[in-house]
C-alpha cells in the first residue's frame, strides 16, 4: 500500500506539470488567434488605406507639377515614381473625368482625387499599372493640352 501511494504521489506531479503546459499552450494559442485573426490584419489595412491615399495625392501632385499653368503649347514628359504593391497587392490608377482613380483588389483601398489643372487642358486619359515604369506626357493638340498617363517606352 505504501508504495502504491509513492507512485501516485510522483504520478500527480507529472499530471500537474502536462496540465501546466497544456494551459500555458491553450492561452498562448488563444492570444495569437486573437491578435493574428483580428488585430494584425486591421492595422495592415489600416496601413494600406494611408499608403493608397498618399499615393494617389503624390500621382495627382506629379500630374498637375507636369502642366505648364500658362502655356498653350508644351510636350513634357516626366516620369512619376510609385510603389509596387500597396497591402501586398498591384493597383492601377487610371484617369477618369479630370480625376485620378487608384483601383485595388481590396475596395476600402480605392481612392478617388479632382485634379486641379488649367482651362487649356482639353483631354486627361491613360493607365498606370502598379510595378510599371509609369510617365505624366503633357503634349499640345489642336484645341489645348492633352494630358496622358503612360507606362514604359511608350
Known sequence: MDALRRDDRGFSTVVEKVLAIGLVTLFIS?????????VVPDARTAAGEELSER???TAAERVQQAVPPNATAA??????????TIRGAGYE???ENR???L???RDRLDERARLALPESVVRVDGRWGS???TYVHVRRVDAGLVVRLETGGR
Open 103 to 105: 483601383d485595388h483588389p
Open 55 to 57: 499615393t494617389l495625392a
Open 75 to 84: 510636350d513634357v514628359r516626366v516620369r512619376v515614381d510609385l510603389p509596387p
Open 93 to 95: 490608377i487610371r484617369a
Open 131 to 133: 510595378g510599371e515604369t
Open 30 to 38: 488563444l492570444v495569437s488567434v486573437t491578435v493574428y485573426g483580428g
Open 99 to 101: 480625376s485620378l482613380v
